[in-house]
């Protein structure tokens, strides 16, 4: 079974650990505060779940999702991650990380950074618009009607497929933006950003995106 690593144990990082053990997947937590301090939450996950540092979950885990803020995004370790699947949950706040020229005029995506510094990874964006309160709340049957939609974006095809069949297997369909280059349109602060929708109406929204907020 694929082991999935967290780097960063954020509130969207625990729903989707937690839902990732009940399907079986075995995971690996870790923060910037050291395996001691997610104890208690290992505990809660069971045997499926142990914590480790961020390096040892960067070299054990087979896929990796980050969920640390914009400003640290290059203290991700770079040399255990190359050829892993890396999928990017990180959102750009200002208020919290600075401002970074490049996102603030439109010449990059967080993504993009993320897979700049991570030469060798193959990065798709994930579970970045959605509230981690949805994850259990708002899972659907494949087929339900109005099922909600959640996006990725990968400049590789087997990166974006992984977190497509994650999403199914979560409960919630899939629209796959392109490259990464096309990311930005769920980023903090679009109009698709958080909002729960199907499809057809994600779609929409992710069409009415301004390029610079």
Known sequence: MTTIGFIGA??????????????????ILSNSRG????????????PAARAATVLKTAQDADVVMTGIPMAAYR????????????IDAINYYPPRDGHIPELDHGRTTTSGLVQQHL???HVA???NHIAAADVPTDRRPSGTPGRRALTTASDFPEAAAFVAKLYDQFG???LNLGPLSESWRAEFGRPAFLAALDAVGLQAR???APRVV
């Open 206 to 208: 992710l069409a009415e």
């Open 119 to 121: 030469e060798g990874a």
């Open 172 to 174: 919630f369909d899939t």
């Open 10 to 27: 954020g509130s969207i990082a625990l729903q989707v650990a937690r839902n990732a053990v009940q399907l079986g997947y075995d995971v």
């Open 125 to 127: 964006k994930g579970f």
């Open 35 to 46: 395996p001691e301090t997610l104890r208690d939450l290992v505990a809660e996950l069971g």
């Open 75 to 86: 203290d991700l370790p770079v040399a255990p991650l190359r050829g892993k699947i890396v």
